[in-house]
Nanobody
């Protein structure tokens, strides 16, 4: 199982970024996916989730109306569209999946840095 994030970088307040997470090594369309983030000195926090079909999503309150999680099962990729970025969105963003092989295992990507700065 591999999860590879991309799309992070530097953005100004009010700007936008789109994160991607390319998945491999498992049947992507069978599993819900999540995005987490971790700011310096803070605990990792859940940002958004999406069901296996993409039919239902969750976004934490602080990003509702600004961020949108989506997925393309044909491309084995989950996205996080981030608009109206704020300084407090600065963090490393991680893709996550809980996959069943012989048992349930947690998988994380390597993370992608998002920095919001003027």
């Amino acid at each position: 199982v591999q999860l590879a994030e991309s799309g992070g970088g530097l953005a100004q307040p009010g700007g936008s970024l789109r994160l991607s997470c390319a998945a491999s090594g498992f049947t992507f369309s069978n599993y819900p996916m999540r995005w987490y983030r971790q700011a310096p000195g803070k605990e990792r926090e859940l940002v958004a989730t999406i069901t296996s079909t993409g039919g239902s999503t969750y976004h934490r309150d602080s990003v509702k109306g600004r961020f949108a999680i989506s997925r393309d099962n044909a491309k084995n990729t989950v996205y996080l569209q981030m608009n109206s970025l704020r300084f407090e969105d600065t963090a490393v963003y991680f893709c996550y999946a809980r996959i069943f092989t012989s048992s349930w295992y947690d998988y994380w990507g390597q993370g992608t840095q998002v920095t919001v700065s003027s």
